[in-house]
């Protein structure tokens, strides 16, 4: 809990628009609005997405479009020293920063480096408001080809094993710094046919730097129907070996690709059918994750009410507040709502703070897009809060 937080009561209004946005001046919350009506209109959105990625493509003056909207909206700037400055904005609301190299791998040596250099550099920044976290994609560290034939348990050739070798180093580098800077580190997830070898490669992790505290996190995508059961058995292992275990909780991002990919291979799907089933799953893995007593340390990514509010309830009844490690996050330009009012009341409140060069942020931006659009209930949501606060606003300045 930081200073100046309320007093929790048993229920929790996560939805006040005054605290919502009260780190946000006007004109960044009109600019919000007006992305969000955009974004409610499906058609505009779709056909804009298309439009948009065509002309990127054909290097027509589709970027300072982007530049002023989406890219605002959803990512920090182009640089670490741009992502500084809005953590140093978010701190004094209790809100912390998780700086997120949000680059798409080109998919050669040399980006792979220097995906690895920029991650590195996060590190000490996040380290300046603890408790911090860094996180990177192992996509953006090799390529997705050589977590797929891991995945697969397939030979590899000699420059695989080579590329393996560069990453297990460079992987280990940054557990080893996020240790050294009392920070953690967050590894996302990514496509279920890699998801294997980043598992595999992140328990390695977890193993050597989690005896003392979760140092290292992995990510579960509960839309996934085996990862209730992965989850218990990484709890009973973790606990067997003696370290602790970090979860980084998400329902998961690649749901169209996932279906898609298992249908022309006709496989079975890898996911839950319906949302329904996703977010019982999502749910029963905070509660199972609270009752392991400090066992699991939680990050909580979603942007979901309800999930935040369960998790928040459970947290609130346990006698010593800080025995389980929990933290929720959104990302930039995402529900405020949700990670301002769970700073107020005291919960560890976190913005996934996206930043990179304009060009490379738009398979991200698009996907923000697309993915607000696919959101029923979220976006019209979201706006209503904006036009309710920037009414207050115009009411009491008038
Ligand atoms: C801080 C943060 C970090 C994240 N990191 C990752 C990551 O590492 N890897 C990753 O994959 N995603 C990541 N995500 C994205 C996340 O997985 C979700 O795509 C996104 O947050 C929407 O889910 P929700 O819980 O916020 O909201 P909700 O609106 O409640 O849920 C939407 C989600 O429900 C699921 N869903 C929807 N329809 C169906 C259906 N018919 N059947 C089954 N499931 C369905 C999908 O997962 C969809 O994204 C992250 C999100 C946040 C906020």
Redesign the pocket.
Known sequence: MHEGTETQPAHFDLTNARIAYRWASSRELQRAAMIYRLMSWRWATRWGSKILAWSVQHGLPGISLVRGSLFRQFFAGETLSECQQLGDKLAPFGVGAVFNYAVEGAGDEASFYASYQEILATIPIAALHKPGFAVFKMSALCSPELLTKLSAQRSLTRQEEHALSLLRTRIDHLAHECSHHEISLLI???ESWGQAAIDTLSLELAAKYNAQRAVVYL?L?M?RHDRLAYLQQLSQESREKGYFLGI?L??????ELENLRASTQGLPSP?????G???QA?NQAITFSVEQDGQIALFL????LA?SQLLAELLSRQQDKSRIPAAF???LGMCDFLSFNLAKYGFRSYK?IPYGPIRQAIPYLLRRAE?NTA?ES?VPFELQLLKQELKQRKEKSS
Request: hydrophobic share 25%; charged share 25%.
């Open positions: 996302d997830a990514e990510t995508q839309y980084k998400v329902r998961g991002a690649y749901l996911l839950y059918q319906s949302k089933e996703t977010d999502y990514g979603t942007h979901n999930s996050a959104q990302l996934y993915e959101l979220q």
